[in-house]
Nanobody, 127 residues
Framework: QVQLAESGGGSVHAGGSLTLSCEVS????????MGWFRRALGKEREGVATLDSEGGTTYSDSVKGRFTISRDNGKNILRLQMDNLKLEDSAKYYC?????????????????????WGKGILVTVTS
């Protein structure tokens, strides 16, 4: 089993930055494909950024160039650096992990069928 715990959310003005962290614990290994997903109020869950064990990444078009996903394997932490935040980035952000998917599959399937999930953390961008 793998446990995921998000932290770092909060409220920020548009144009500002925020870094989300996801601590990975339990039966971890470096083979996990991980990702950040979000669900805004009244909307479906969408993929934000995914990363596999070899460093391959996929970003949604809406965050490309503004968000950066990274993993600190020594500390078992997945991060999402979010810069130039926009009002439409407001959502609950979830960390997900899977042992079999590629980073492209995880994004394409919008996180469906992923093995493990965190509880999510709220990000609010204000004007």
């Amino acid at each position: 089993q793998v446990q995921l715990a998000e932290s770092g959310g909060g409220s920020v003005h548009a144009g500002g930055s925020l870094t989300l962290s996801c601590e990975v614990s339990g039966s971890t290994d470096d083979k996990l494909t991980m990702g950040w997903f979000r669900r805004a109020l009244g909307k479906e869950r969408e993929g934000v950024a995914t990363l596999d064990s070899e460093g391959g990444t996929t970003y949604s078009d809406s965050v490309k160039g503004r968000f950066t996903i990274s993993r600190d394997n020594g500390k078992n932490i997945l991060r999402l650096q979010m810069d130039n935040l926009k009002l439409e980035d407001s959502a609950k952000y979830y960390c997900g992990a899977d042992r079999k998917m590629t980073h492209r599959q995880a994004m394409l399937w919008q996180g469906r069928h992923m093995d493990y999930w965190g509880k999510g953390i709220l990000v609010t961008v204000t004007s």
